[in-house]
């Protein structure tokens, strides 16, 4: 069963063009992360939330924003796409300080 | 500097070898550790959580020296289904459930 969703699971969009990646699980966790990965190389933490407490690392982009409307979704928005932001993203959950399960990530494609 | 660093490799083995991998991390607050395994174009999963009196999972041993700030991953008998990404991981702190990834080191177990 799963228990961390993404959706979708690729997506290909037009420079510039936003575009929304969805995250939804079961688990009930208080914390959804998002994570940024490139071809060969470690994941990257965009930000997360704490419940409701939106964490921003400091260098994620302003053209990245997010929404946790519940405790079962987490949404990334990119506002204008970037040849540079075609990448994996993965979300995960957690209690706090417990361990990370990830979602089967989403290949974002910029044409 | 990177702050959770790992030989990339590739480390190319035969069947039935037993192969260690290591990992350094910079910051001596770090206060979890973790081995993650990452298959090609897939999430990361757990592999097991690292202890400072070591512990063992089977064919995986880990150990963890905070003097040193270094983990390591011993595979014995390598199977072929052990052929992935190997990501050395460190939590900051206790408090905010933030993972640091290494880039990870490739392993391929060949017949």
């Known amino acids: 069963d799963a228990m961390v969703i993404q959706n979708p699971r690729y997506q290909v969009t037009q420079f510039g063009k936003p575009v929304t990646l969805s995250c939804s699980q079961t688990?009930?966790?208080?914390?959804m992360y998002w994570y940024q990965q490139k071809s060969s190389q470690a994941p990257k933490l965009l930000f997360h939330?704490?419940?409701?407490?939106?964490?921003n690392e400091a260098d994620t982009p302003d053209n990245f924003q997010s929404r946790r409307p519940n405790t079962s979704f987490c949404f990334l928005d990119i506002r204008s796409p970037g040849l540079g932001d075609a990448a994996m993203y993965l979300c995960?959950?957690?209690?706090?300080?417990?361990?990370?399960?990830f979602g089967p990530g989403t290949r974002l494609t910029v044409l | 500097r990177k702050e959770v660093e790992q030989d990339p490799g590739p480390f190319n083995v035969p069947e039935g070898a037993t192969v260690a991998f290591n990992c350094t991390y910079s910051?001596?607050?770090?206060?979890?550790f973790f081995w993650y395994r990452q298959d090609c174009r897939k999430e990361p999963k757990l592999l097991m959580s690292?202890?400072?009196s070591g512990n063992e999972d089977g064919r995986f041993t880990a150990q963890l020296n905070r003097a040193s700030q270094y983990i390591s991953l011993l595979i014995r008998d390598s199977k072929l289904s052990d052929s992935a990404t190997y990501l050395c991981?460190?939590?900051?702190?206790?408090?905010?459930?933030?993972?640091?990834f290494g880039q990870g080191t490739t392993l391929q177990v060949k017949p």
């Open positions: 995960a959950t957690s209690r706090v300080s417990d361990t990370q399960y």
């Open positions: 688990l009930n966790h208080n914390v």
């Open positions: 939330y704490y419940d409701k407490d939106f964490n």
């Open positions: 910051n001596s607050a770090s206060q979890s």
């Open positions: 690292v202890y400072s």
């Open positions: 991981v460190v939590g900051r702190s206790s408090n905010t459930g933030k993972l640091i």
